[in-house]
């Protein structure tokens, strides 16, 4: 059956496919999420206020790509390497794809592909960019799960891709 848009605004369109509707990305070519180490075992994490759970989120660093006027065919390895620099101020020169898949099958069309970035490490400020306001955060392996605890018990939400990660780097 053919889709047909309900409504579209600058980012996303819902759109209706026989009896399913569902969301769709707007102006972006693809999803990218980065599991970041760094030489001592940390993992970068980021940290933000977003607005549709209305609370902040610890998360990897992630993006979309193709959404920068001019960058349309952005390589999804070069959106992650973006996307890490400019959040966490992290780089790194080891990278390696990991995983695709989708960031919630029954709610949008979208889908994530996953990169490792091993030996990462601060060159820049980071933070993000258009006022993200994103705190960085590298967390020892050893005591991430505590760490995550101890947010959750502040009311700081844990991402899932965050534990796609720990999967990836057992």
């Known amino acids: 059956m053919p889709e047909s848009i309900i409504a579209q605004g600058?980012?996303?369109?819902?759109v209706k496919n026989g009896r399913w509707e569902y969301a769709a990305r707007v102006r972006?070519?693809?999803v990218v999420a980065v599991v970041a180490m760094t030489h001592d075992r940390e993992l970068v994490l980021t940290e933000q206020y977003r607005v549709p759970v209305g609370a902040v989120v610890i998360d990897l660093p992630a993006g979309?790509?193709?959404?920068?006027?001019?960058?349309?065919?952005?390589?999804?390895?070069?959106?992650?390497?973006?996307?890490l620099?400019?959040?966490?101020g992290y780089s790194s020169q080891v990278w390696?794809?990991?995983?695709?898949a989708p960031s919630s099958a029954g709610l949008t069309s979208e889908m994530v592909d996953y990169f490792q970035a091993d030996n990462a490490r601060r060159t820049a400020a980071g933070g993000g960019v258009d006022g993200e306001r994103i705190t960085v955060h590298a967390i020892p392996l050893r005591s991430l799960r505590r760490w995550l605890r101890?947010?959750?018990a502040e009311g700081v939400m844990i991402d899932p891709k965050v534990y796609v990660a720990l999967a990836f780097l057992k």
């Open 28 to 30: 972006a070519s693809g």
């Open 64 to 83: 979309l790509s193709g959404d920068i006027p001019g960058g349309e065919s952005e390589a999804l390895t070069v959106a992650a390497q973006r996307e």
């Open 150 to 152: 101890s947010r959750m």
């Open 85 to 88: 620099r400019e959040e966490t």
């Open 10 to 14: 600058k980012f996303l369109k819902l």
């Open 96 to 100: 390696k794809p990991l995983y695709r």
